[in-house]
C-alpha cells in the first residue's frame, strides 16, 4: 500500500520515465553497452519494474524507436504551413525536422546511428519511418514541379538531411540552429529543384 501523502504513479507516466531514461542511456552508451540496470536507476524505479512494463531489453529498444519515430514524422508533417506555396511548404517541412532533431538530440541518435548500426529488426522500424517521410517529402516536390518523377530527389533531399542532421547532434562544436540548418539544406537543395519548374512557375525563394 503506498505510503500516507505518496503519490501513485499513472502507468502512462511511468512508462514514459523509463522511455526517457532508456533513450538517454541507449544514445549515451549504444544498445549492447547499456544495461537493465543502468536504465532503471536513471528512471528512478527497479530493474523488475521495467521488465515487468517492457518485458525485455530489445522490446524496450523498440519502444524508444517508435516513440522517436512517431514523434519525428508528427513534428515533420505538423510543421509544415498549409496553404502556403508548396516551396514554402517544403521549407517548413524542413525547419520543423531540424527544429525537432536539435530539440531532441537523443532520440535522433537512436534512430540515425543506433538502430541502424544494431541491425534487425531495428533497422527495419528506422526503414519504415524514413519511407513515410520520403513518400511526404516527394509529395511536397512533386507539387513544387508539377512533375510525379521525383522519388529521387525526394531521396536524396531526406538523404541530405539525415546527414545533416547527424552532423549537428555529434558535432563537438555548435553547428548551428535548426533554422540555420533547414537553411543550409533548402539553399543548396532548391537551386538544383527550381530547375525542374517551368520558368513560368518558378516561385521565388525571400
Not at 538530440?105 to 541491425?119: F, H, N
Not at 507539387?143 to 531521396?155: E, F, M, W
Amino acid at each position: 500500500m503506498p505510503a500516507a501523502g505518496s503519490r501513485r504513479v499513472p502507468r502512462a507516466e511511468r512508462e514514459r520515465q523509463m522511455l526517457d531514461a532508456a533513450v538517454a542511456t541507449f544514445a549515451r552508451r549504444g544498445y549492447r553497452a547499456a544495461s537493465m540496470d543502468e536504465i532503471a536507476e536513471a528512471a528512478g524505479v527497479s530493474k523488475p519494474l521495467v521488465y515487468l512494463y517492457l518485458n525485455s531489453k530489445d522490446e524496450l529498444f523498440s519502444a524508444c524507436i517508435r516513440r522517436e519515430a512517431e514523434s519525428l514524422t508528427a513534428a515533420v508533417r505538423d510543421a509544415v504551413e498549409v496553404g502556403a506555396p508548396p516551396e514554402g511548404q517544403l521549407w517548413s517541412g524542413l525547419l520543423g525536422f531540424f527544429e525537432h532533431t536539435a530539440a531532441h538530440p537523443d532520440g535522433w541518435t537512436i534512430l540515425y546511428s543506433q538502430a541502424r548500426t544494431v541491425g534487425e529488426p531495428f533497422a527495419a522500424e528506422v526503414a519504415v519511418l524514413r519511407a513515410e517521410i520520403v513518400d511526404f517529402v516527394a509529395a511536397l516536390i512533386a507539387a513544387a514541379c508539377g512533375s510525379q518523377d521525383v522519388l529521387g530527389y525526394a531521396h536524396a533531399l531526406v538523404g541530405a538531411a539525415e546527414s545533416l542532421a547527424g552532423w549537428a547532434v555529434s558535432s563537438p562544436s555548435p553547428a548551428g540552429s535548426g533554422r540555420d540548418l533547414a537553411t543550409t539544406l533548402m539553399n543548396f537543395a532548391w537551386s538544383g529543384l527550381s530547375d525542374l519548374i517551368p520558368p513560368q512557375d518558378r516561385p521565388g525563394l525571400s
